[in-house]
């Protein structure tokens, strides 16, 4: 590690995951233009995240993490930013009002544009281009002029997470978000499901409604400004550096530097090297960061992670979102609860219950099997539980389109029903249906565990 850290002194380190540019000078130009930008969110909201994650690692609050596994850019529509503001809204609601604890709403959400990849090139009927790394590094057409890696394209995921953001901010803090009109949250397609989980979120708001009235009627008419608005926060994975420095800036108040592209960044499991340019970069910045945790991270590994990304053992600051598998969470979890524990280190503790178990059908198909999901979910409940530690929230890869990508739950999909609306073009989503289910779910064991 160098002494001092600067927004680029992660350069001095391997950089994982990073496009092979053809031009640098080109690159380099983006870079600067990208400097000379307003950032997308200030330290204040960035703060008050932290705050309000401090919270949860206090048991105070849940983390609700949601959205597209990679956003695209012609997916910066109207109708596509307000569906998966309404899912996570409706599953928010669900959660609290099962478990009354207040709800940390982050999407992921203008700028997860970048995804890391495998490997470098793809082969198809025996050409080798390069792979698809996401709209904001190249194309997903499999041609050569596609899937060449664009520096300006960073300028144009700029452009679009601030558009997004924009639209985001006037939803979330109007008239949108009112509790008092959840029918404002149903989808285009909502009408048409018929299945018993919509039929349960449809009497909670009935119940809901019916709690609103009695309490203004006791209040004699007053409302709470807190059931009009809500707070929403922004995520990403901070893979490409180049475009995060650009974007990091130090605070007006001469506190340190924030990443002012998003307000919470994550480092992914595939970029969590010690001596990686990602660690490097993430020590420095003030926001709260994630770090994706897999199956082969050992606990003295852990430790030290979190001791070069957290050395103060600030409260907030940390969260540890493992992807552990349904096949491996048994096995693997405790062990790292338990070194946690016994360092007493502070950390908000999140379940990714999707990464871990993405499969491939006959066909190639990859998808997740709802099934292993939920169970993921339900163990990792448990194993805090019985380590003596909490769950504080879920990481979830959704969408509120009317999708197949992810077989099972409530309306009994099956491989063969992939075919009829499989629209990703990278990992499978959970639908509507599928991602109410989990919110159900969630509320369902928050409530045991407040039970007396």
């Known amino acids: 590690m160098t002494a001092a850290w600067t927004p680029e002194s992660w350069k001095q380190f391997p950089a994982a995951q990073q496009p092979n540019y053809p031009e640098m000078g080109e690159l380099d130009r983006s870079v600067d233009q990208l400097r000379r930008l307003p950032p997308l969110v200030t330290s204040w909201e960035i703060d008050h995240l932290k705050d309000s994650i401090a919270a949860a690692q206090r048991g105070e609050a849940w983390f609700l993490q949601g959205g597209d596994c990679a956003e695209t850019f012609d997916g910066c529509q109207t109708e596509s930013i307000a569906s998966k503001l309404k899912l996570l809204l409706q599953m928010s609601l669900v959660i609290v009002f099962a478990s009354r604890k207040r709800i940390i709403r982050v999407g992921r959400i203008a700028g ?87 039929k349960r979120y449809r009497d909670l708001v009935r119940s809901l409604g019916d709690a609103l009235k009695f309490m203004e009627t006791i209040l004699e008419g007053s409302t709470v400004n807190e059931l009009r608005r809500v707070d929403f926060f922004t995520s990403h994975e901070a893979l490409l550096l180049p475009y995060e420095s650009a974007l990091t800036r130090p605070s007006i108040r001469g506190i340190g530097h924030y990443n002012m592209g998003t307000h919470f960044p994550w480092i992914g499991e ?31 590994e852990l430790i030290e992670l979190i001791d070069r990304l957290n050395p103060e053992n600030e409260a907030g600051r940390l969260t540890l979102i493992h992807r552990l598998g349904r096949q491996h969470v048994e096995a693997r979890l405790p062990g790292m609860i338990e070194a946690v524990r016994r360092k007493e280190r502070r950390v908000l503790w999140v379940c990714d219950p999707m990464h871990g178990n993405t499969v491939s059908t006959a066909h190639g198909r990859k998808t997740r099997r709802f099934d292993d999901v939920v169970d993921e979910l339900r163990l990792s409940f448990a194993i805090h539980h019985a380590c003596g530690s909490h769950l504080g929230g879920a990481h979830l890869e959704l969408t509120g389109d009317n999708v197949t990508e992810c ?46």
């Open 270 to 300: 595939r970029t969590r090297s010690l001596s990686g340019a990602h660690v490097e970069y993430f020590r420095g910045i003030r926001n709260p960061i994630g770090v994706k945790i897999g199956a082969k991270v050992s606990p003295d």
């Open 407 to 452: 077989v099972g739950g409530s309306r009994g999909l099956t491989e063969s029903d992939l075919e009829s609306a499989y629209q990703t073009q990278v990992d499978p989503r959970l639908n509507y249906e599928q991602a109410l289910e989990m919110a159900f779910e969630i509320a369902g064991k928050l409530t045991e565990s407040r039970a007396p």
């Open 112 to 198: 997860q544009y970048a995804k890391p990849r495998s490997s470098d090139v793809e082969t198809i009927h025996g050409v080798t281009l390069p792979c698809y790394r996401g709209d904001i590094v190249n194309g997903f057409d499999f041609t050569q002029e596609s899937r060449i890696p664009d520096p300006k394209r960073l300028l144009r995921g700029y452009d679009r997470s601030a558009a997004t953001l924009n639209f985001i901010r006037a939803l979330s803090e109007g008239g949108f978000a009112d509790l008092h009109h959840p029918e404002n949250w149903n989808l285009l397609f909502v009408n048409e499901v018929k299945g018993e989980v919509a």
